[in-house]
């Protein structure tokens, strides 16, 4: 029988590369998705042309905490997979009401509609992410158990979310999973996070900036491993997987400087691009997954090293630049630091 997949935020980053594919996997399946279209959004992301939309694709221009809109759309769908959020740290620290209203709210109008359609709706993944943790201790890997630590507005109202949706598994036992992914990279991503500023500032020949001194270090995913995982929840037992929360992840902690340096290398230029400014506030030191929890439950391992995906991605940047060229004016915005100083990050 072939499935309906909600998708909120799916014109976003990892949502419509997930609804890509969705699409090219399952050629029977059906795909809505919801998305309000804010900088992040663009419907350029979408796996079928929008002016030429077919019967297995659905688009609804919407706000997540509508919840008349959210309750019809959840009451036609067997899974749904809540990417919806304002996502951008930096972001936050400038404007951070949004970021409780959309990603708490917005969870809750999700969670509300789940369970008033508990008998319809298979499995429902809320898409939290890896920041809730703040810093791993003594740079250790993080696994599920991790106190949960946010560190800046943005992971605040991301670790609220991903509380409140566990205190509905609890209280109303609807089907749904936690999934946490640390920091994704790939096609598609808007400027203003780290690999595509760097990527797109060293074809424009521009500098790449690096907060502070650089040595904060991440756990890179490309985007199609996270895709992968989330599949491979959906597919699972659901005995398996509810209340439960699962890291996505590759174990392994590459610095800021060096992601820069290997974009530099890629790209054929000289390391004197590289440039040091004013550390962000907010900023986590160290993390690094550990995915034992997702390997030993689900058999589950990303595929894609580092300098594989990393080079897939420059390519898709090269190859697209008429889509985020859009968003140059967006790549800084201002923030006040703790001093009072004002600043351009």
């Not at 890997?141 to 560190?151: D, G, K, S, W, Y």
């Not at 290398?265 to 034992?292: F, M, T, W």
């Amino acid at each position: 029988m072939a499935n309906t997949y909600l998708i909120t935020g799916g014109a976003g980053f990892i949502g419509s590369n997930f609804a890509t594919y969705i699409y090219n996997k399952y050629k029977d399946s059906k795909i809505i998705v919801l998305d309000l279209l804010t900088y992040a959004g663009n419907i350029e992301n979408f796996p079928v042309n929008v002016d030429n939309i077919n019967e297995r694709f659905e688009f609804w221009y919407g706000d997540v905490k509508n919840s008349a809109l959210v309750e019809e759309l959840v009451a036609r769908s067997d899974f749904i997979i809540h990417f919806a959020a304002e996502t951008h740290v930096t972001r936050s620290i400038y404007d951070n009401r949004n970021f409780f209203e959309t990603d708490v709210l917005g969870t809750q109008t999700i969670a509300n509609a789940v369970l008033q359609n508990k008998n319809k709706v298979k499995k429902f993944i809320h898409i939290s992410t890896s920041e809730v943790y703040g810093t791993a201790y003594e740079c250790d890997f993080m696994n599920e158990e991790h106190p949960l630590n946010p560190a800046s507005p943005y992971a605040a109202a991301k670790a609220g979310a991903d509380r409140l949706v566990y205190s509905y598994v609890n209280t109303y036992d609807i089907p749904a999973t936690i999934v946490r992914p640390f920091n994704n990279y790939g096609p598609k991503q808007h400027l203003e996070k780290a690999i595509p500023r760097f990527i797109t500032n060293g074809l424009m020949n521009e500098n790449l900036n690096i907060h502070g001194e650089g040595i904060s270090s991440r756990d890179w995913i490309y985007v199609e491993d996270t895709c992968d995982g989330l599949d491979c929840i959906l597919n699972a037992d659901l005995s398996k997987v509810q209340g439960e929360v699962f890291n996505l992840g590759t174990g392994k902690a590459i610095s800021i400087n060096d992601v820069a340096l290997k974009v530099i290398e890629e790209l054929n230029l000289d390391q004197s691009l590289i440039k040091y400014i004013e550390d962000r506030p907010g900023q986590v030191d160290c993390h690094r997954a550990d995915i034992s929890k997702v390997q030993n439950v689900l058999n589950w391992n990303p595929k894609i090293d580092f300098e594989i995906g990393l080079r897939k991605t420059i390519e898709w940047y090269k190859l697209n630049s008429k889509m985020w060229e859009k968003q140059i004016w967006m790549r800084h915005i201002p923030i006040i630091l703790k001093d009072g100083k004002k600043v351009i990050h």
